[in-house]
């Protein structure tokens, strides 16, 4: 079980550009979860999937941060038009079930906007 | 307003001490608690769960829950400095939605 796996590690983008950032959960976990974690702001829910579907999106920032999931094996978060206050840890999890949802993370994606 | 406080923020032990960890929730609707560990430049790793009233013992480490008061704590005894590392502590909504909260964290430090 490799668990949850992140791509890249770290990213850098000019302000104003596109970031994607890919997620592959473990095998058989039903429910996928993004958070960022910065010192200021400390671990921040961003939004999460169960069996696929977009259930909470309440912690994303609206105009410019997309999450899908188009299969169980991947999800994907979107920002545009990077902002430097986009800079963080992207954090992503993956949990078994609904009633004792522990969360897996991943290693995460440094973002950094220059 | 965080719906997860976690004190003291930082806290410094002598190794083969103890360190006391406090968790409070500000959501009645929380049912369930978790305390994870997060070493440095590393990603959070699940370390005890709990939701009965309570205590729950894992070697060296100990989780107390008061579900009336909606705190919980976390001791770590004979603390080493392999322990150093910040803790957070997660509550679950007790709702359909079941988003879980962190709190900021605490950071420990185990001296030699």
């Known amino acids: 079980n490799a668990g949850v796996i992140q791509t890249p590690r770290h990213k850098v983008t000019g302000k104003g550009q596109e970031a994607t950032l890919w997620c592959e959960p473990i095998?058989?976990?039903?429910?996928v979860f993004w958070y960022r974690q910065t010192i200021v702001q400390g671990l921040e829910f961003l939004t999460y999937f169960r069996n696929q579907a977009p259930i909470d999106d309440s912690g994303m920032p609206k105009e410019r941060f997309s999450a899908q999931m188009p299969n169980q094996s991947h999800s994907t978060l979107k920002i545009q038009s990077t902002q430097p206050q986009d800079s963080a840890v992207y954090l992503c999890?993956?949990?078994?079930?609904?009633?004792?949802?522990?969360?897996?993370f991943g290693a995460g994606t440094r973002l950094s906007v220059l | 307003q965080q719906k997860v406080q976690q004190s003291p923020e930082s806290l410094i032990v002598p190794e083969g001490g103890m360190a006391s960890l406090n968790c409070t929730s500000s959501?009645?609707?929380?049912?369930y608690f978790w305390w994870y560990r997060q070493h440095s430049g590393k990603s959070p790793k699940m370390l005890m769960?709990?939701?009965?009233?309570g205590e729950k013992e894992e070697g060296r480490f100990t989780v107390h829950l008061n579900k009336a008061s909606l705190h919980t704590s976390l001791h770590i005894r004979d603390s080493q400095p392999s322990d150093s590392a910040l803790y957070l502590c997660a509550a679950r909504e007790g709702s359909a939605l079941g988003r879980l909260h962190f709190g900021a964290g605490t950071q420990l430090i185990v001296i030699p």
């Open positions: 769960s709990i939701f009965s009233n």
């Open positions: 999890a993956s949990s078994q079930t609904k009633f004792q949802n522990t969360l897996y």
């Open positions: 959501d009645r609707n929380v049912d």
């Open positions: 095998s058989g976990h039903s429910a």
